[in-house]
């Protein structure tokens, strides 16, 4: 779930990124003529969602389900408890209510890119490629949201698995034009060219994501590849020495001992 970043899980999805504080409810107050004030149902809504996610967040998930369900018992068409009972499921491995409760939000609210996004991963992490980048590419277009740039990220590596590699470097690139000091997209495109044997190129963007994020197994493994064919025996010791060190256990590591017949 690596690549859930909307709602700041860091393996399932997505390296991010939000808090939510829980907000108490006010109760009623009395005033001098016995009249109470009408209650606020859509802040009342609002607060239950937010209070779910943030426990979701911690890995609460009995108190995250308790809000979502208020927060339906309130508006009963809650695309946000919705999103949140659908990311709620897939942590308990349910895919089907999962599904289920991401088309339930995106029914109510299609505009709805956030849950658009998480409904996108989930289905990437299902190996439902197609589905997935249909999703994303939605996403993409709604220049309102903030996190669009998630949305192009996904879409790419979506893109990348489906062998669209011309498509995957297109929207990769539109991702550093938002923002050209996030790491990811650089080791997905040094990922495409070094497949596409363009290994000079694919150099200058592992160099460029090397800059900006801690080497991961498979930025090192990808590394040893490209200085392997380069000739640069040195840069590939360094890089093969450090994924041995960090990362002893990784399937890269069993690929790169492999590839020198240990």
């Known amino acids: 779930m690596k690549m859930w970043s909307d709602m700041g899980f860091s393996k399932i999805v997505h390296k991010g990124c939000f ?3 829980v907000m108490l409810l006010a109760g009623c107050v009395t005033t ?5 004030p009408k209650p606020d149902l859509d802040q009342a809504e609002k607060t239950h969602v937010q209070a779910g996610l943030g426990y979701l967040r911690q890995g609460d998930k009995k108190p995250a389900r308790r809000h979502f369900q208020k927060a339906l018992k309130i508006n009963k068409n809650s695309a946000g408890a919705y999103n949140g009972l659908a990311y709620l499921y897939w942590m308990e491995n349910n895919t089907e209510l999962a599904e289920s409760n991401f088309e339930k939000a995106l029914s109510i609210d299609p505009g709805f890119s956030q849950a658009r996004n998480n409904y996108g991963t989930f289905l990437f992490s299902q190996q439902r490629y197609t589905a997935a980048e249909e999703q994303f590419e939605k996403v993409s277009k709604d220049y309102e949201y903030d996190n669009r740039y998630v949305g192009l990220l996904n879409l790419g590596r979506t893109q990348a698995k489906l062998g669209k590699q011309d498509k995957a470097i297109d929207s990769l690139k539109q991702v550093l034009g938002i923002n050209s000091q996030l790491a990811a997209p650089y080791l997905e495109l040094a990922d495409i060219y070094f497949d596409q044997k363009d290994y000079t190129v694919a150099r200058f963007y592992l160099d ?6 801690r080497q991961t197994p498979r930025s090192l493994w990808l590394g040893i590849r490209i200085e392997r064919i380069f000739g640069n025996k040195d840069k590939e010791a360094s890089y093969a020495l450090a994924l041995k060190n960090l990362h002893p256990y990784s399937s890269e590591y069993l690929e790169y001992k ?5």
Request: glycine share 10%.
């Open 258 to 262: 492999q590839s020198i017949g240990e």
């Open 32 to 36: 001098t003529n016995s009249t109470q």
């Open 19 to 21: 808090l939510f504080a």
């Open 208 to 213: 460029q994501y090397g800059k900006r994020a």
